[in-house]
């Protein structure tokens, strides 16, 4: 009988749960034992380990959030934090690890798989900012969570003729940015991996009031500045007020859409599949709709590039 652990790191994202309720079902399924790691690195380094049922993963599947809670542990960075934590591994009889998380998180998978012990990476962020997949877990629901929000907002728009610039999740990703935008009918979609160019935006923002226009949605994506920073570059350009909302950790909430509740169970089954088939040092990934996987290592000096790429192109065309 095998030890699989698993825990959540990093930032919470919609469909954390559905990913571990697939992970303990799966590996009950196969005849092994599942380990829950609660706070994610520092939980494993302080030993806040417990045996996992199928009963802890009943109803959990439409919940957000992660029922093994996450924290941040800048202590994994250092010899002594990851000592702490194969010491506690070693103490409960866990052959191998999953982590469910971000960027960050993976590199905290890299530094255990490079000290020797088994361990798979699953994407799981709003961010959808992580190399070796097209999507990660909980994207999808914090899109249809922006677009919803931004839908709102344009009635009030739309009523008082205002203009309104909304500040979406992301770090150093436009994803939601573009999703959000481009299905809600933004006028202006800025993210970060496009140039910003001020004058252009002023321009049609001018040409849009000239054809009538009752108002204009700017969706900014956090990675390229606040959304006051962005309101005040714009009123420099005289009368062009805006109101900001800056949405915020709502985009981080709630019951996971099917297509993440999807994603996640196929993530995690295919985690506790390739540890069954002796394959550790990796982490999951959807090309297409295809489920795959990568060394870790490789996979976090890659480059992201992201599959929502023509999107931009897109939002240049069409979002004035
Ligand atoms: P995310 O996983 O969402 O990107 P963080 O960047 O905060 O979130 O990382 C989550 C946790 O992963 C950190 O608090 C730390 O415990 C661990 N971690 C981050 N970077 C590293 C690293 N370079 N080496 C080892 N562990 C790391």
Do not use: W
Request: net charge negative; charged share 25%.
């Amino acid at each position: 009988v095998k030890r699989i652990g698993v825990l959540t790191s990093g930032g919470d994202a919609p469909g954390m749960n559905a990913a571990i309720r697939a992970i303990v079902r799966k590996t009950i399924y196969d005849g092994n034992e599942i380990y829950g790691i609660r706070y994610g690195y520092r939980g494993l380094a302080e030993g806040d380990i417990y045996q996992m049922t199928i009963d802890n993963v009943s109803d959990l599947l439409a919940r957000g959030g992660t029922m093994l809670y996450t924290a941040r542990y800048p202590e994994f960075k250092t010899k002594e934090g990851l000592e702490k934590a194969i010491e506690q591994l070693k103490k409960f009889g866990i052959d191998s690890l999953i982590v469910i998380g971000g960027d960050g998180s993976y590199r905290g998978a890299r530094s255990l798989s490079q000290a020797g012990f088994p361990t798979i990476g699953i994407p799981g962020t709003i961010d959808n900012d992580i190399p070796g997949t097209d999507y990660t877990i909980g994207f999808d629901t914090a899109c249809n969570t922006a677009l919803d929000a931004i839908d709102k907002l344009r009635d009030t728009a739309t009523s008082h003729i205002r203009t309104f610039v909304i500040e979406v999740m992301g770090r150093n990703a436009g994803d939601i940015a573009l999703v959000a935008g481009i299905g809600s009918g933004a006028e202006q979609i800025i993210i970060p991996e496009a140039d910003l160019d001020m004058d252009l935006i002023v321009s049609e923002i001018d040409a849009g009031r000239e054809r009538g226009k009752k108002h204009t949605i700017i969706v900014l994506a956090e990675g390229v500045m606040s959304g006051h920073e962005f309101a005040e570059k714009l009123s420099a350009y005289g009368n062009y007020h805006a109101r900001v909302t800056v949405l915020g950790h709502v985009q981080r909430g709630g019951s996971p859409s099917a297509r993440d509740r999807m994603l996640a169970s196929s993530f995690g089954y295919a985690a506790v599949e390739l540890l069954s088939q002796g394959k550790s040092g990796v982490c999951v990934g959807i090309r297409g709709e295809e489920i795959v996987y990568g060394d870790i290592i490789d996979t976090l000096d890659q480059k992201r590039e992201s599959v929502l790429k023509p999107l931009a192109k897109i939002n240049e065309e069409i979002s004035y």
